[in-house]
């Protein structure tokens, strides 16, 4: 995979669904708070890191690939593509 890190809506289009849908899931694991931002425990698993957008205006969050989307696939998502596109 190119990048380490991922957006919810990249990781999204390897299970062929919605940023919304990854988020949901996400906070049912425990992994975001109930207003939406990463909990303390993904931060200290290394799950997700915050990055600024490309043009610097912003940050947004981004989550780790290989650490993330195997926990979702244990959450019942099933994967569509090999890689983040």
């Not at 109930?34 to 205006?57: I, N």
Request: with cysteine; hydrophobic share 35%.
């Amino acid at each position: 995979m190119p990048n380490e890190f991922a957006t919810m809506r990249e990781i999204g289009r390897l299970f062929g669904v919605t940023n919304h849908t990854i988020g949901r899931k996400l906070k049912e694991l425990g992994l975001r708070t109930p207003d939406g931002k990463p909990s303390s425990e993904a931060f200290s698993r290394g799950l997700v890191e915050q990055k600024w957008t490309d043009d610097h205006k912003h940050y947004c969050w981004v989550w780790h690939i290989a650490k993330t989307v195997p926990l979702l696939e244990k959450a019942g998502l099933v994967r569509q593509q090999p890689e983040v596109p």
